[in-house]
């Protein structure tokens, strides 16, 4: 590096006197780009520190193994359309409606068909339209208002999920536990407190990026079924007892101390399955009372999910608790690159802020080779971590759509700092030949860093 550094020092200066000043600073300039970067400490630009994202995911062995196991024995029939439906649910399923908001709807239809109705009939006609109304209120109400229902989880039911969720949920906690992983290489968690555990796909995905660091597995879900379900995975389908994962531990409530942390705390596609906003609030209130260094939330990636962890970051981030057990302020490490409302919810039509993870299914009838898992998550930490190369004053942004790449030039849709989202044309010129070539090697998911956001977004001309 050092001789290929003095040969283009030597031919600048040579070449120095005979050209434009303008020429000389270009060919200085281009001299000096060879100089990595400090963001990319050292590594490559298809591997900057800003790309969290992974390739197509498999189940653990013994997870895999343990899940066929238990479908076999299950003997259901009609699984795979049987799962293809509580899929199809799952994915369309929204929150359930708050009474205040079924009262200002029927309020403003009553007054609107009231207004119209004494328009049309003259006085004495109907001594009873007020409560003609009213039933009509009511029976609008009860057609357009989403029907939500709790699901109740037996051993059949945990079957067909299982069938129908279980790679899927895995890749998606995995991708948001890479990040931590990715961006945090110091952390190494003690203890993991799964909320809605089910088939205990996170405390897989934990082991897999922990391995023998996590000393104590807790996992939380109110369906007893669910519970022996998971407890059989654990086993990988052998005839033995033994877990392939040791110190899980099994509970349908939460540990009774307020005061018992623990170092990673999961809630993945749980929080959709409470039945109000203030329950939703008092179970993200209390995960994070049961925070020792990060928070993981992950849901769908419809409008309603995206919609239900912009609530829970609200609520982590303004509102007060009355007793204050830790007093380390919490904050987002991922995915948002700012604290200011998600600019996504201001623009119309809303599109929710989701991401994608390629994975393998369950090898079962019907299944494809590979699918895709949408989904959007939360990571909010205990006290602000740098990544490496946030400390050398770049913007990263985080890349909120799929990257366009073009002949010199790279098109991408960026969250900023600033809480602007932008379309961004990225090109060696403007932004310099490291940003660009770690923009070409990025995709959607990945944090990109953005020397400067300021120039001219429009692409340059074709050649």
Same mark, same amino acid.
């Given at each position: 590096?050092?001789?290929?550094?003095?040969?283009?020092? #030597?031919? &600048?200066w040579r070449r120095r006197a005979a050209l434009p000043s303008g020429d000389a600073q270009r060919c200085k300039s281009a001299a000096a780009?060879?100089?990595?970067?400090?963001? =990319?400490?050292?590594?490559?630009?298809?591997?900057?520190?800003?790309?969290?994202?992974?390739? @197509?995911?498999?189940?653990?062995?013994?997870?895999?193994?343990?899940?066929?196991?238990?479908?076999?024995?299950?003997?259901?029939?009609?699984?795979?359309?049987?799962?293809?439906?509580?899929?199809?649910?799952?994915?369309?399923?929204?929150?359930?409606?708050?009474?205040?908001?079924?009262?200002?709807?029927?309020?403003?239809?009553?007054?609107?068909?009231?207004?119209?109705?004494?328009? #049309?009939?003259?006085?004495?006609?109907?001594?009873?339209?007020?409560?003609?109304?009213?039933?009509?209120?009511?029976?609008?109400?009860?057609?357009?208002?989403?029907?939500?229902?709790?699901?109740?989880?037996?051993?059949?039911?945990?079957?067909?999920?299982?069938?129908?969720? =279980?790679?899927?949920?895995?890749?998606?906690?995995?991708?948001?536990?890479?990040?931590?992983?990715?961006?945090?290489?110091?952390?190494?968690?003690?203890?993991?407190?799964?909320?809605?555990?089910?088939?205990? @796909?996170?405390?897989?995905?934990?082991?897999?990026?922990?391995?023998?660091?996590?000393?104590?597995?807790?996992?939380?879900?109110?369906?007893?079924?669910?519970?022996?379900?998971?407890?059989?995975?654990?086993?990988?389908?052998?005839?033995?007892?033994?877990?392939?994962?040791?110190?899980?531990?099994?509970?349908?409530?939460?540990?009774?101390?307020?005061?018992?942390?623990?170092d990673l705390v999961v809630a993945a596609f749980s929080l959709s399955e409470l039945a109000s906003q203030k329950e939703r609030e008092d179970?993200?209130?209390?995960?994070?009372?049961?925070?020792?260094?990060?928070?993981?939330?992950?849901?769908?990636?419809?409008? !309603?999910?995206?919609?239900?962890?912009?609530?829970?970051?609200?609520?982590?981030?303004?509102?007060?608790?009355?007793?204050?057990?830790?007093?380390?302020?919490? $904050?987002?490490?991922?995915?948002?690159?700012?604290?200011?409302? &998600?600019?996504?919810?201001?623009k119309q039509p809303v599109v929710p802020c989701n991401f994608l993870q390629p994975y393998h299914p369950l090898p079962l009838p019907g299944?494809?080779?590979?699918?895709?898992?949408?989904?959007?998550?939360?990571?909010?930490?205990?006290?602000? #971590?740098?990544?490496?190369? !946030?400390?050398?004053?770049?913007?990263?942004?985080?890349?909120?759509?799929? $990257?366009?790449?073009? @002949?010199?030039?790279?098109?991408?849709?960026? &969250?900023?700092?600033?809480?602007?989202?932008?379309?961004?044309?990225? @090109?060696? #010129?403007?932004?310099?030949?490291?940003?660009?070539?770690?923009?070409?090697?990025?995709?959607?998911?990945?944090?990109?860093?953005?020397?400067?956001?300021?120039?001219?977004?429009?692409?340059?001309?074709?050649?």
């Amino acid at each position: 590096m050092s001789a290929l550094w003095n040969r283009l020092v #030597r031919v &600048c200066w040579r070449r120095r006197a005979a050209l434009p000043s303008g020429d000389a600073q270009r060919c200085k300039s281009a001299a000096a780009a060879l100089v990595q970067p400090e963001f =990319l400490r050292g590594s490559p630009h298809r591997k900057h520190p800003g790309v969290t994202t992974l390739k @197509t995911i498999r189940l653990p062995d013994g997870l895999q193994r343990g899940a066929l196991t238990a479908i076999h024995k299950s003997e259901l029939k009609d699984l795979s359309e049987r799962s293809r439906r509580l899929k199809n649910y799952l994915w369309s399923r929204k929150r359930a409606a708050e009474a205040p908001q079924l009262r200002e709807k029927a309020v403003e239809l009553e007054e609107r068909w009231m207004a119209e109705e004494k328009q #049309r009939q003259s006085d004495g006609d109907d001594q009873n339209f007020e409560a003609k109304i009213r039933r009509k209120v009511l029976f609008e109400l009860r057609k357009t208002t989403y029907h939500w229902t709790p699901l109740r989880y037996d051993a059949e039911l945990g079957v067909v999920f299982m069938a129908a969720r =279980l790679a899927g949920g895995y890749a998606a906690v995995m991708r948001a536990l890479n990040e931590i992983k990715k961006r945090d290489p110091l952390f190494a968690p003690r203890s993991l407190l799964d909320f809605g555990s089910g088939l205990g @796909t996170a405390l897989w995905a934990s082991h897999t990026h922990w391995g023998d660091a996590l000393k104590e597995y807790v996992c939380v879900d109110a369906s007893g079924a669910m519970n022996r379900l998971a407890e059989q995975l654990l086993t990988g389908g052998g005839d033995t007892d033994t877990p392939l994962v040791k110190h899980v531990y099994f509970r349908q409530f939460f540990p009774v101390s307020p005061k018992v942390q623990s170092d990673l705390v999961v809630a993945a596609f749980s929080l959709s399955e409470l039945a109000s906003q203030k329950e939703r609030e008092d179970t993200v209130l209390t995960l994070w009372r049961k925070t020792n260094s990060y928070l993981v939330l992950v849901e769908n990636g419809t409008k !309603e999910g995206h919609q239900i962890l912009m609530e829970a970051r609200d609520v982590l981030l303004k509102k007060e608790e009355k007793v204050i057990h830790d007093s380390r302020r919490p $904050v987002v490490f991922a995915p948002c690159t700012h604290e200011r409302t &998600c600019p996504k919810l201001l623009k119309q039509p809303v599109v929710p802020c989701n991401f994608l993870q390629p994975y393998h299914p369950l090898p079962l009838p019907g299944n494809a080779d590979w699918e895709e898992e949408r989904f959007s998550y939360l990571i909010v930490s205990r006290e602000a #971590r740098e990544a490496p190369g !946030e400390r050398e004053g770049v913007e990263w942004g985080r890349l909120t759509a799929p $990257v366009h790449r073009r @002949t010199r030039h790279v098109q991408c849709q960026i &969250c900023c700092s600033s809480g602007e989202l932008k379309q961004l044309a990225v @090109t060696a #010129r403007q932004h310099g030949r490291d940003a660009y070539r770690c923009a070409r090697s990025s995709n959607w998911g990945d944090r990109l860093p953005i020397i400067n956001t300021e120039e001219d977004d429009a692409p340059p001309d074709q050649p």
